[in-house]
Nanobody
Framework: HVQLVESGGGSVQAGGSLRLSCAISGRSNENYFLAWFRQPPGKEREGVAA??????????YYDDSVKGRFTISQDNSKNTLFLQMNVLRPEDTAMYYC??????????????????????WGQGTQVTVS
């Protein structure tokens, strides 16, 4: 049973940076989609960034709103997922969630940043940009 625990959220001024971390435990040897989602106040949860652990982890996906500003990565032990967030904007304010699901290379790209594609979720960490 996969468990995910996020950390690293906080308050920052516009233009600043934060790095979110997600400690991952309980993974099997299968390939996974690992992702970051966010849920702004009063809005639906939306996909921010995702990566497929197969093929050496080179398949990475970003929502257009964060391309060039956010970077998803995992450490060498593959037990921690990161989201480096630069040039933060007030509209980035949200609860940020780490998510995981067993995946395959045949998963349609249109699903990869959809919350319904993920089975495991962390509890979230708040990011506030002012």
């Amino acid at each position: 049973h996969v468990q995910l625990v996020e950390s690293g959220g906080g308050s920052v001024q516009a233009g600043g940076s934060l790095r979110l971390s997600c400690a991952i435990s309980g993974r099997s040897n299968e390939n996974y989609f690992l992702a970051w989602f966010r849920q702004p106040p009063g809005k639906e949860r939306e996909g921010v960034a995702a990566m497929y652990t197969g093929f050496g982890g080179g398949n990475i996906y970003y929502d257009d709103s964060v391309k060039g500003r956010f970077t998803i990565s995992q450490d060498n032990s593959k037990n921690t997922l990161f989201l480096q967030m630069n040039v933060l904007r007030p509209e980035d304010t949200a609860m940020y969630y780490c998510a995981a699901s067993v995946g395959s290379a045949s998963t349609p790209s249109t699903l990869i940043l959809r919350p319904e594609a993920y089975s495991y979720w962390g509890q979230g960490t708040q990011v506030t940009v002012s």
